[in-house]
């Protein structure tokens, strides 16, 4: 049998700082670069500007979610045909409060078609605060299977607007603009 014997040559000095300037340098290179690449990102007045995307395709008719956005709550509900076919039928001398209270339509009435984007209403976005004392309204809830407010017992139809209790104003609507069928983008308006 043939054995063989290797010789290892002993590390000179110009190997070992070969070595530990590539170690310095990996280490070191990503964290001097972070300032460049982290300026390139968007600051946080930039990303408060652009809203919030919201994906709506699991969204079943008849539900709601709710999403955080600016220290606030949005309610995003996808009303039945139901829903909005109660919401239709209310003439608008039945309502406390004749606004739309819609921010991308704030000169307009409160029917049911000025509350929503679009005309066939099934997707409504609210500002689920109660109008009186602030307070988170609930829903399904009240006579008029809208919203209810659990502190003051004021009462808000399908389309968020007061029917009932000592609340002034209908709920406000926040701009939002659909980018395709399953995206909202909610612009800053809390």
Known sequence: MTSHHMEFEEPTRRSFLFVTTGAV???DVPFAAWPFIDQMSPDA????KAGLH?????????????????SGLIVIRHRTQKEIDSARSVRLDELKDQSSRNLAKPRLDASDVNRTVYRDGKILVMIPFCTRLGCVVISPAGNYDGWACP???SQYDTSGRVRYGPAPEN???PR???WDQDRIQIDRTI
């Open 54 to 70: 919201v994906d709506i395709s699991k969204l079943q008719s008849g539900k709601s979610i709710f999403v955080r956005f600016n």
């Open 171 to 173: 709920l406000s609507i």
């Open 25 to 27: 340098a990996a280490v």
């Open 176 to 178: 939002y603009r659909f």
């Open 151 to 153: 502190c003051c017992g």
């Open 45 to 48: 007045v930039a990303v408060h």
